[in-house]
Every structure is written in structure tokens, then in C-alpha cells.
């Protein structure tokens, strides 16, 4: 149904490190920079990583994101239980003209 | 630092239109290529389509052509979403935001609900 794929949880314990992969082609991901998005219930996505691996303003460096290829992942580390959110991959699709995310990844902080 | 705030919440029967506005401001929406993602309850991101300010065109996603119209009024920086022919499924948050260096900053989102 998405067209990136990303695992639907992830979990780890406070000060571990957590990462979410997201997989797609050679016309999404394979062409294009990769954006991270962080949701909390009832709220807008916002912005976490850009262009791949460039955090966005305000964002702490305990958050990095990082590609190979037709994948992508997003690490946390020093994981904190305000990290508790929804993850989303996103990038441009060449061959459909458009956005494209993946289905998002819960994250639950133990 | 552009800001996007968007109009309040719809109650609609299937098969009824509704239109959601994005106003734009901190920026010229002429100057700025603004989309529509919609998220329907418990569900992920789904990208409907946007306009580019570029090239002046917009593209929308295969599974809304034909039911979905993006239009700018650039004398009052309000972009619309307008979806036609409302069923069920159409159920969902749906935001608007500018594509700068990706989809950033968000409005806050509108809930429509299509319930007969």
C-alpha cells in the first residue's frame, strides 16, 4: 500500500540506541534525498532529518539519518521517552511524479 | 519564517463536496510550491498532490485525478484543496505544506468526516 517500507515498531529502553529502516527503488529513495518526519498523537508531522542526514533546526544530535542505495535509516540514540512517537520516511518518486512515504514506524520507549 | 493555518473541521454526506483552505503567511504563496497530504485515522501519510511555483504546475496523485482540485488565490496567500464526490474512506486529517527543502512547515491539519 506504501510505497517506502518501513517496520510498524520499534522499541528499546531509555539511553539505547534504535534504528528504522525504510526500503524503496531506484526511483524513490535510489534517486532522490530521503526526509524523516516525528508525529505525536493528534499532531502535524514535523520535520526531523533532511536531505538525508541534515537534522533539522532544533532537532537534538542524538537524531541521524543515513542512506545506501535504495534504503534508508534513521538512528536515535541516548533514546528518551519523549522520543515516543510515529516515524515517517519520505522522498520523491520520479516515476510518479509525486511524494511518497513510508507507512510509519511507532516507536515505544520501554 | 512561513506559517500555514488551515480552516476548521467538515462534516459531509458521501457523495458531497468539501473544500479545506491553507493560508499562508510569513511568504508570498506565489513564491512558494505548497501539497496536500491527508492521513486517515490510525493510518500513514498520503500524498494527494501540490503545486510547484517553479513551473507553475500541479500534480496530483493517480488514485485523486479527477476528484481533487488545488487552486491559489495569490491576492489573499490561501491555497484550496476541493474533493469531490466524498465517500467513506475519504475520512482523514488533511494538511497542507510547503515543499522548501521537503515537506516543512505543516498547518495544523482538518478533519473531515464523511458520515451519512
Known amino acids: 500500500q506504501f510505497v517506502l517500507t518501513q517496520p510498524p515498531s520499534a522499541s528499546g529502553t531509555p539511553g539505547q540506541r534504535v534504528t528504522i529502516s525504510c526500503s524503496g527503488s531506484?526511483?524513490?529513495?535510489?534517486?532522490?534525498?530521503v526526509y524523516w518526519y516525528q508525529q505525536f498523537p493528534g499532531a502535524a508531522p514535523q520535520l526531523l532529518i533532511y536531505?538525508?542526514?541534515e537534522r533539522s533546526s532544533g532537532v537534538p544530535d542524538r537524531f541521524s539519518g543515513s542512506k545506501s542505495g535504495t534504503s534508508a535509516s534513521l538512528a536515535i540514540s541516548g533514546l528518551r521517552s519523549e522520543d515516543e512517537a510515529d516515524y515517517y520516511c519520505?522522498?520523491?518518486?520520479?516515476?510518479?511524479?509525486?511524494?511518497?512515504f513510508g507507512g510509519g514506524t511507532k516507536l515505544t520507549v520501554l | 519564517q512561513v506559517q500555514l493555518v488551515q480552516s476548521g473541521a467538515e462534516v459531509k454526506k458521501p457523495g458531497a463536496s468539501v473544500k479545506v483552505s491553507c493560508k499562508v503567511s510569513?511568504?508570498?504563496?506565489?513564491?512558494?510550491?505548497l501539497h496536500w497530504v491527508r492521513q486517515a485515522p490510525g493510518k500513514g501519510l498520503e500524498w494527494m498532490g501540490g503545486?510547484?511555483?517553479?513551473?507553475?504546475?500541479?500534480t496530483y496523485a493517480q488514485k485523486f485525478q479527477g476528484r481533487v482540485t488545488m487552486t491559489e488565490d495569490t491576492s489573499t496567500d490561501t491555497a484550496y484543496m476541493e474533493l469531490n464526490s466524498l465517500r467513506f474512506e475519504d475520512t482523514a486529517m488533511y494538511f497542507c505544506?510547503?515543499?522548501?527543502?521537503?515537506?516543512?512547515?505543516w498547518g495544523q491539519g482538518t478533519l473531515v468526516t464523511v458520515s451519512s
Open positions: 505544506a510547503v515543499d522548501l527543502i521537503g515537506l516543512d512547515p
Open positions: 510569513g511568504n508570498s504563496l506565489s513564491e512558494i510550491s
Open positions: 503545486h510547484d511555483f517553479e513551473d507553475g504546475e500541479t
Open positions: 531506484s526511483s524513490d529513495i535510489g534517486s532522490n534525498y
Open positions: 536531505r538525508g542526514n
Open positions: 519520505a522522498t520523491w518518486d520520479d516515476s510518479l511524479n509525486g511524494w511518497v
